[in-house]
């Protein structure tokens, strides 16, 4: 079975730009979660999609970030324009369904954002 | 809201030995589950194991247990005849329970990162 995947693995990208992350949760899984780790601090959650339909978006830091789950498939998060601030580690995680417990959370690779 | 504490940035251990993680945890809730996960240098995230607050039974995988104290808001680690592989980041996290309406969402500490020592 394949594990989450996210792409890229890093970006490095000028302040003002715009970056499109993607993730490709474990086939089969409607949960997908994403996380952000800024530099000595810790891992936040940003939001959550239950197949296409945003759960939980109570961590989205500001309207520059904008998550979308075509089909209740892959996602892509998009920072438009990024600031400097939002230079860090990228997690996608997904789980495979809401039943009667918390289910574990795969996590992917991460991608690396570098804003200069 | 909640919030999760690991107070030791780096930990190192001989291998062999056995080293234990702390974390503490902060929450109103009295239903929720915390884990561990470990996330070797350039790898994925994984989870090494996790407890259901409900539960009394301190949860165990092979060399890995914690120690739960719910009173206490503790959950700690403890790595059993470590070895090379341990070598990681280790985050202890917090998710409230979807059976009572809680979101599925970790809460993560900072993590500690732990050195295994030949």
């Known amino acids: 079975e394949a594990g989450v995947t996210q792409f890229p693995s890093h970006s490095v990208i000028e302040k003002g730009q715009t970056v499109t992350l993607r993730c490709d949760p474990i086939s089969g899984h409607d949960n997908l979660y994403w996380y952000r780790r800024v530099m000595g601090k810790e891992i936040k959650f940003l939001l959550h999609?239950?197949?296409?339909?945003?759960?939980?978006e109570s961590g989205m830091p500001n309207n520059r970030f904008l998550a979308e789950r075509t089909g209740g498939t892959y996602s892509t998060l998009k920072v438009q324009p990024a600031e400097l601030e939002d230079s860090g580690v990228y997690f996608c995680?997904?789980?495979?369904?809401?039943?009667?417990?918390?289910?574990?959370?795969?996590f992917g690779p991460g991608t690396r954002l570098t804003v200069l | 809201a909640q919030t999760v504490t690991q107070s030791q940035p780096e930990m190192s251990v001989q291998e062999a030995e056995t080293v234990t993680l702390s974390c503490t945890y902060d929450t109103s809730e009295s239903d929720y589950y915390l884990f561990w996960y470990k996330q070797p240098p350039s790898r994925q995230m994984i989870l090494v194991i996790r407890?259901?607050?409900?539960?009394?039974q301190n949860a165990t995988e092979n060399r890995f247990s914690v120690n739960f104290q719910k009173a206490a808001k503790s959950f700690s680690l403890k790595i059993s005849d470590s070895q090379l592989g341990d070598a990681a980041m280790y985050f202890c996290a917090y998710s409230a329970s979807i059976t009572q309406g809680g979101s599925e969402k970790l809460v993560f500490g900072k993590g500690t990162k732990l050195t295994v020592n030949p």
């Open positions: 407890q259901e607050a409900y539960k009394q």
């Open positions: 995680a997904s789980s495979h369904f809401r039943g009667f417990s918390n289910n574990e959370q795969f």
């Open positions: 999609f239950v197949k296409e339909s945003k759960q939980d």
